[in-house]
């Protein structure tokens, strides 16, 4: 998705190239905390939605 942030693929690619040949690529396998915690949040959020619209209706 580089290719959308720079005008060409091309620079994208040496751009890249560039940055990443002295670097240890890492890939790391499982949740994310940021999105385990945004999921939780939202979660968080959707039932307290829920308990003010059913005492809405009480």
Known sequence: QWNEV???VTIASAILDR???HCTVINIKGES???K???EFM???QQIVNTLFEQGNA
């Open 6 to 8: 720079f005008a060409d």
């Open 19 to 21: 940055v990443l040949h």
């Open 33 to 35: 905390y940021r999105l």
């Open 37 to 39: 915690e945004r999921k």
């Open 43 to 45: 979660r968080q959020k």
